[in-house]
């Protein structure tokens, strides 16, 4: 056994909590999980006293370059925000600077527990090496859009799925992408699909997020972007759909029915006016649900603990999601999300942990773990990070980037724009 | 002089920064607003490299003592929140228990850049006991409710004034108090006026927090909750007014006529499914809009930066309030509220003052201040707070509070429930 955390309270799967617990971590995997010490000796072992083991969370969407153009626009909706800022800035990125965002916002990940993120962006490969270096787990996807020529997205996602594909023991898993309906064109998405199958990809796309893509792709196809998506085959493969704030009940149904993930991005969607998503309604439908905060540039956090207490708080009508749901949306369900076996502590899943210090005053008294999880911790919490058995993050340091090094290069990267 | 910070961001009145400031401090005031280092020297220099000089935040609606209960009753509405859970517990509060609350509260507002304080509550002379030792400022009241003897209220609240209205230059407050319309009548409400105009207290009160509550208020009296306050004289006094969720149009008139505040709770509305209040329609109608977190019971946090992000993203609409109009919220508009002067980097001010280390990766890189301070830090980024020119707090250390004492009488508090 490498690590051995004890007499930590524990988050268990069915959302209840064990204190005292032992929770043993060997060749990345948990491989114990109980009330008395294991057998086996531990080359580590972490105190536990007074802390909380929940599993690492699952950033299900997030484009993490987008941290050089954190306040960069803001206070306006999202059809300004982006063809008027974001798209004209993002023009003068380059890879070194994607790089850059990129490892910025990996160390404001891990360092607020997040364990594994679903990242959608160009310059993909340089997010790659930067998630390589982190430590992080991620499913990474370039998208296909515009009326460019795919050959060239084909092209650089063949490259990616060569060089990452399956990385580290899958820590780096490629996804297709279409970027969204509204983006692209029927042949692109065809391209994707094709793409997905042949390589036995998941596919990652933004879908319904505002009220104005929904209606305008309905004038334009007659369909929902759901129904025009699965019209085109996109569904023949898992796929992550992004915000689904505007999908209608029977767009719900085409989700359930082919086995996708809805990713709620409360904060992001409230930001940019775009309305609340119903996940409520799509649980109800049989949707897997996930959570994930957008990039920082519509958030402007990569805090996954605010948008679980958003998530919450968003849904407490006479069905609420609870502060269970709300964690099990960035758990398990995104974990799901990415095709991982991980997001639970039971023995068998990838050990991928957060550890939160308890011992502070906005986290006490402690009625009841879950809920001060979610309602009362902040990502600011989080004392130590662990991907696949390895420790990212430990009291304030971390231990895979330089911390110096990228501050300087963030610094340096703003002016640009 | 006694403090100065040097090259510091200081964010001005106007919502604009000044890079590189000096801002000097004596006998409680901020003396001192410049671009060049002041001709007195300071007893003490704090370097603000790095580093935002923001006014303190202003909870101008909080529980204190309800610390002890948080994560106690969750995801549920308010009615049942209130009445099957919290009231029972309550009874079971005493005054020591009250003041452990309270001062477990207030290390949680002092570390997340709160420096005033409106509270609320009973055993109010043991909060006041609780903030006259921890330096904060505050404004307090035992609300008038129930079909209880007002005559009771009365004497303690004479008690009160007497024992800390001024106390320490000013530093405590006390308020005249009606709890709410549907917990009370107007005969209390006369007493509680009579109270605050023969006193020249001010008067906190909760306001159309719920549908139920404004509506069942029409029906017993064939008017607002805010109507017949009115009808009563509560607004003959400066009024406080907290949630104002369910407010109409002509109560917004009645408010800004009056010169009350309408304190905007965004979180704990949300999480009680009471909705979202229209603060940008008392804004425009001319109320003065302020900013609370309620009690931790219900949100359950007091880091008041959490509530501005929340403020600002859900009004996010065609008129936004915007990062800039949050943080008004949260300083001076609160200052209004309780009557002080406080709430702004000006001299001549209260210096209530707070540092936040932007040195970090979730606040980098910084292309917008105002933008970064609402959207991105959370209160565990404040790294000092000064109140009336006191140090309460630096670099995690609370100076005035006995931390491990708190902490352990919370612990031990909680088992009582």
Not at 107 to 127: H, K, L, P, R
Request: aromatic share 6%; hydrophobic share 40%; proline share 3%.
């Amino acid at each position: 056994m490498d690590t051995l955390f004890s007499k930590v309270t524990a988050v268990l799967p069915d959302g209840s909590v064990k204190n005292n617990a032992y929770v043993g971590v060997g060749a990345g995997i948990i491989t114990y999980v109980g009330s008395e010490p294991p057998a086996e000796a531990a080359l580590a072992v972490i105190d536990g006293t007074n802390k909380v083991l929940s599993p690492g969370l699952v950033n299900a969407h997030t484009h993490l370059p987008m941290t050089l153009l954190r306040g960069f626009a803001d206070d306006m909706d999202l059809q300004t925000w982006l063809f008027e800022h974001i798209f004209p800035a993002e023009d003068k990125l380059t890879g070194e600077l994607v790089y850059t965002g990129s490892l910025l916002a990996l160390m404001e990940c891990i360092a607020s527990g997040t364990t594994s993120v679903s990242d959608m962006y160009f310059f993909e490969s340089d997010v790659a090496r930067a998630v390589a270096e982190s430590g992080m787990k991620a499913n990474l996807c370039r998208p296909f859009q515009g009326l460019e020529n795919h050959e060239t997205r084909l092209r650089e996602a063949t490259e990616m799925i060569e060089q990452y594909h399956g990385y580290d023991n899958g820590r780096i898993l490629i996804d297709a992408s279409v970027h969204a309906e509204y983006t692209s064109s029927p042949a692109i998405w065809e391209a994707a699909v094709r793409l997905a199958s042949e390589n036995h990809l998941r596919m990652h796309t933004h879908l319904s997020e505002t009220a104005r893509e929904h209606s305008e792709c309905v004038a334009k196809y007659g369909m929902t972007p759901a129904a025009v998506f699965d019209r085109y085959g996109l569904f023949s493969v898992p796929v992550t759909a992004a915000h689904c704030v505007h999908v209608t009940d029977g767009d719900i149904v085409i989700l359930a029915e082919r086995g996708a993930t809805a990713v709620h991005n409360p904060v992001s969607n409230l930001k940019l006016n775009s309305g609340v998503a119903r996940v409520r309604e799509w649980q109800k439908g049989g949707v897997n649900a996930a959570l994930g905060t957008d990039g920082a540039a519509s958030n402007n956090s990569l805090d996954l603990f605010e948008e679980m207490k958003a998530a919450a708080i968003l849904a407490s009508g006479e069905n609420p999601l609870t502060a269970a749901g709300s964690l099990r949306l960035a758990t398990v369900n995104g974990a799901v999300s990415q095709g991982r076996k991980s997001g639970q502590i039971a023995e068998g899943c990838d050990a991928d942990l957060i550890l939160l210090d308890f011992d502070k005053p906005h986290l006490l008294p402690l009625h009841n773990v879950i809920s001060s999880l979610v309602y009362s911790a902040r990502g600011s919490d989080v004392c130590l990070t662990m991907v696949s058995g390895k420790i990212l993050y430990r009291d304030g340091e971390f231990l895979t980037i330089d911390r110096e090094r990228v501050l300087r290069g963030a610094r340096k990267a703003a002016c640009i724009f």
